[in-house]
């Protein structure tokens, strides 16, 4: 079954899988439950930074993670654990990652390992950054949306480059509680809402996207057939 929904903020992208009708009401009604605030800060850490930098570096294929730059997450944001040479930048999202009606958007499992090219890691990993230490300081989701659109205005954040993109092929990547590891995928990051000129979400097209508001964008999704590792992932579902 091919997803028929996703929403993806900051740079990461937490997959909602379609659920119908009723079912889907109530799944939601019990995420919502399960997650209603931020948890203590220390659900969200990795224990040791060295299994944080495999994990943000396995988002991509080693020929392009190994010469990334890699941040870390503490108790007031992320910061600078290894530094890189060819200007990609790879890191673990976490839940708040997602657009901000998202039952999950608190969910302290999420561990989303993603790498951003050289464009994106400028000009749209910020927006994640900025949020990571809003959600640190304590802001609710109304403050840190209200934040980021201030920051937005008032160009305190980049504009979105042309050409940026990042890859989401880990195999340990845990997107939600229904998606899990999903699937390996790259996202396409576009200013506005351009899902039509891209032709996504077309009958037989291999590209689906998200508008996301909360940050101006456009995301576009397109699945791969390997894990950054080089083994096959699961077959697509149609």
Request: aromatic share 8%; hydrophobic share 45%.
């Amino acid at each position: 079954m091919r997803k028929k929904s996703f929403r993806f903020v900051a740079l990461v992208f937490l997959v909602q899988l379609g659920l119908a009708g009723a079912t889907r009401a109530a799944q939601a009604q019990a995420d919502k439950a399960a997650y209603p605030a931020m948890a203590p800060v220390d659900a969200y850490l990795m224990a040791d930074e060295n299994s944080e930098i495999a994990l943000a570096r396995s988002a991509a294929p080693a020929s392009i993670a190994a010469g990334a730059e890699v941040m870390v997450l503490g108790r007031k944001g992320f910061t600078t654990a290894v530094k890189g040479t060819n200007g990609f930048l790879c890191i673990v999202e976490r839940s708040w990652g997602a657009g901000s009606d998202e039952p999950e958007f608190w969910n302290p499992k999420v561990r989303a390992p993603i790498c951003f090219n050289p464009e994106a890691a400028r000009s749209f990993a910020p927006i994640f950054l900025m949020k990571t230490k809003l959600a640190l300081a304590g802001k609710s989701k109304t403050e840190m949306v209200a934040a980021t659109d201030v920051a937005l205005n008032k160009k305190e954040l980049p504009a979105l480059e042309r050409g940026a993109m990042c890859y989401m092929m880990s195999k340990q990547q845990y997107l939600n509680d229904r998606g899990m590891s999903w699937h390996p995928h790259l996202m396409f990051f576009v200013a506005g809402d351009a899902a039509k000129s891209w032709g996504a979400d077309a009958p037989d097209s291999p590209i689906m996207a998200a508008n996301d508001p909360e940050e101006r964008a456009t995301i576009m999704m397109v699945w791969v057939g390997n894990w950054s590792d080089g083994s096959p992932a699961p077959p697509m579902e149609h």
